[in-house]
T-cell receptor, first 118, second 110 residues
Framework: GAGVSQTPSNKVTEKGKYVELRCDPISGHTALYWYRQSLGQGPEFLIYFQGTGAADDSGLPNDRFFAVRPEGSVSTLKIQRTERGDSAVYLC????????????????FGPGTRLTVL | QKEVEQNSGPLSVPEGAIASLNCTYSDRGSQSFFWYRQYSGKSPELIMSIYSNGDKEDGRFTAQLNKASQYVSLLIRDSQPSDSATYLCAVNGGTYKYIFGTGTRLKVLA
């Protein structure tokens, strides 16, 4: 497909469990972002990858959250010991850094994964 | 003070009218500005980007940027019921971190 894809679309888990959320960016996009969106709020930045490395993980709320992008394409967001407060829609976005200028970088979002922690 | 502020709405306008959505930001160093549309249960979709002071038009949409006053707005002409959605303002300060507002919910009444 041409867009960003995310799996699963919905995930229901119990408090304390481990979850993995997957993002497949637009082909050729080197930049990948994870956001979290709670009801009635805008997307909240979590982490940004440039290639395989996490260039900015300042938005990760605590050490229960971790993300990887081992081959510079697909990324996995991992949440350990889930808590009810982790319930939200997790959005992935990618960009090509067109023109090489971060100031004109345009992000394209995937459909999101709705995580519910019971 | 939130970094990016929007009135949550709902903003209700009749079909065919102009809808005016506003956003203010706190970081004077912000360099690029985006408007996203988000339908209920869907992901954000880019509508407009603007980088320089003034107006930028694309079809029925016009983005306006005033860096001195630190605000950016989106005008939607000839509003249609299909424009009913939440409109998110996003600001980039020259890093790769985008800061989003909470969004304004727009309702276009048929």
């Amino acid at each position: 497909g041409a867009g960003v894809s995310q799996t699963p679309s919905n995930k229901v888990t119990e408090k304390g469990k481990y979850v993995e959320l997957r993002c497949d960016p637009i082909s050729g996009h080197t930049a990948l972002y994870w956001y979290r969106q709670s009801l009635g709020q805008g997307p909240e930045f979590l982490i940004y990858f440039q290639g395989t490395g996490a260039a900015d993980d300042s938005g990760l709320p605590n050490d229960r959250f971790f993300a990887v992008r081992p081959e510079g394409s697909v990324s996995t967001l991992k949440i350990q010991r889930t808590e009810r407060g982790d319930s939200a829609v997790y959005l992935c976005a990618s960009s090509s850094l067109a023109g090489g200028s971060r100031n004109t970088d345009t992000q394209y979002f995937g459909p999101g994964t709705r995580l519910t922690v019971l | 003070q939130k970094e990016v502020e929007q009135n949550s709405g709902p903003l209700s306008v009749p079909e065919g009218a102009i809808a005016s959505l506003n956003c203010t930001y706190s970081d004077r160093g912000s360099q690029s500005f985006f408007w996203y549309r988000q339908y209920s249960g869907k992901s954000p979709e880019l509508i407009m980007s603007i980088y320089s002071n003034g107006d930028k038009e694309d079809g029925r949409f016009t983005a306006q940027l005033n860096k001195a006053s630190q605000y950016v707005s989106l005008l939607i002409r000839d509003s249609q019921p299909s424009d009913s959605a939440t409109y998110l303002c996003a600001v980039n300060g020259g890093t790769y971190k985008y800061i989003f507002g909470t969004g304004t919910r727009l309702k276009v009444l048929a």
